[in-house]
């Protein structure tokens, strides 16, 4: 996992995504796990990501406490 978590490789606007995409998510505990973009609402307010290596799958709002960063 990359260590450099800065506001310049975050990811701010979620309809920036695309279903594939690489991303590791942090809460706002501090918790950074790896995950797998699987959908999201056309206006990227909404997001479905499937847990690496798990493979279950979460929903995370835009206002949720968490910040995503794209691999």
Do not use: C, E
């Amino acid at each position: 996992m990359p260590d450099d978590f800065t506001s310049a490789n975050a990811v701010w606007d979620w309809i920036d995504l695309t279903p594939g995409d690489v991303v590791h998510v942090r809460t706002d505990t501090g918790v950074i796990s790896r995950a797998v973009v699987d959908t999201l609402t056309d206006d990227g307010t909404m997001v479905w990501l499937r847990n690496d290596p798990m493979g279950y799958r979460s929903l995370h709002l835009i206002t949720d406490p968490l910040t995503l960063y794209k691999q």
